[in-house]
Structure formats: C-alpha cells, structure tokens
C-alpha cells in the first residue's frame, strides 16, 4: 500500500463546482501540504499544515481552502472551480526537523476543469 | 520572479555516460537543497540533498556539488543508465525559525538516458 494516498487520481469537472480532494497518509508524519504543478512549471506550494490545529497559506492559496480532520488526512477543496485550475495536484507529507527533511509525495490527482 | 532556476528543459545523456543537471537559484537565505525525481504518472521522489554549509555529498551513483558563491548547485549522475530517464526537479529549502520551512521548487529538467 502507498504511504501517500491521494483520491480520486483523476477528475473531470464543470466549471462552478466544488470539488475536494483528498490526502491520507500512513507515515505517521505531522506536516502535511498540498501543491499544485502546471505544463513546463514546477511545483507551487498551495498550503500546508505542520499539526492538525496548524493551517498556512502557501504560494498560491486563492481559490483554495483545505481542511486538516486528523492527523492522517488533509484535503483541498476548490469552493467554485475555474478553468485556470486544471492541473496536476499533489499531496505530500514530511517529518519534523531541518530544511533537508525530504517530501513524501502522493502520485497525484489530474484535475481538469471544463 | 524565480527564486530557483532550472535552465535545460531537458537533457539527452548515453547510458554509461555522466549525466549533468543544473540549478541556479537567487535567495541567499536558502540553508538547504534537495532534488526530487519524477517518473511519470508517479509522484517525485527525494533523491538526495546537500545543506547550505557543504560543497558536496554523494550517494552512490549521485553526487551533488553546490557553488554558494554562483548560487549554483549540479546533479551528477554516473554512470547513467536508462532507469534514470525522468523529470528532476531541484527544490531548496528557507527556515523561518521554530522548525518551520517551506521549498521552493525549479520547473524541473527531463533527462533521457538512451541504451
């Protein structure tokens, strides 16, 4: 079983609907983000969360709320979904400690928005 | 305005041959950097970081080199083999204190090692 679980991998959206996206993990690992990744761009950290009463907004927050319910689950939600935020998004997750503390990523969820 | 710049969109590489990637980056208050290795379909992987006060660190078949005075750090990777093709993206990492961090990722470098 993957330790980053991101649902649904794939969704196909009309523009105005809400859409969430959810992230669970079994790392045990207190931090939790979400990023988003756009053709011929890297990734924008959308928000994050380093406990779960601890919610940051990151990069590229507008248009986006998330919800942290445990420990092990963190979840995106687009309130009114427009064209411009279809992309590749991505869960991840990562202990506490210093900078160089490496990222585990989900395999993403491809959202595209008609 | 990009803090850190990955300037090859990609990279055609010989298996057995050195592979090369390049970062450049702009905020001086960076302390680490990471790269992360994408495969498609997959989420990226951590490969291997080196922190600010080091020139180099090596794993392996990868070593990373960092240049603090050109603010430019390189991925090798030798020798290449035809596992490696994938995306790679350099990330570097700004503490704000308290255990706080948050990386900052280039647009990413597709190497393709051919047999």
């Known amino acids: 079983d993957a330790d980053v679980t991101q649902t649904p991998r794939n969704r196909i959206t009309k523009t105005g609907k809400r859409i969430m996206l959810e992230c669970s993990q079994t790392?045990?690992?207190?931090?939790m983000y979400w990023y988003r990744q756009d053709p011929g761009l890297g990734l924008r950290l959308i928000y994050y969360?380093?406990?779960?009463?601890?919610?940051n907004k990151g990069e590229i927050s507008d248009g986006y709320s998330v919800s942290r319910q445990a420990q092990a689950k963190f979840s995106l939600s687009l309130e009114s979904a427009i064209p411009n935020q279809t992309a590749l998004y991505f869960c991840?997750?990562?202990?506490?400690?210093?900078?160089?503390?490496?990222?585990?990523f989900g395999d993403g969820t491809r959202l595209s928005i008609l | 305005d990009q803090q850190v710049k990955q300037n090859s969109p990609s990279l055609s590489v010989q298996e057995g041959r050195i592979s090369i990637l390049n970062c450049d980056y702009t905020?001086?208050?960076?302390?680490?950097f990471l790269w992360y290795k994408k495969y498609p379909a997959e989420g990226p992987t951590f490969l291997i970081s080196?922190?600010?006060?080091?020139d180099k660190n090596e794993d392996g078949r990868f070593t990373v080199f960092l240049n603090k005075s050109a603010k430019h750090l390189s991925l090798h990777i030798v020798p290449s083999q035809p596992g490696d093709s994938a995306v790679y993206f350099c990330?570097?990492?700004?503490?704000f204190g308290a255990g706080s961090y948050q990386l900052t990722f280039g647009k990413g470098t597709k190497l393709s090692v051919i047999p």
């Open positions: 080196i922190s600010s006060i080091k």
């Open positions: 790392k045990g690992h207190d931090r």
């Open positions: 969360s380093f406990d779960v009463k601890d919610i």
């Open positions: 905020n001086s208050m960076f302390d680490y």
């Open positions: 991840a997750t990562s202990d506490g400690g210093e900078g160089n503390q490496p990222q585990h």
């Open positions: 990330a570097a990492s700004e503490s």
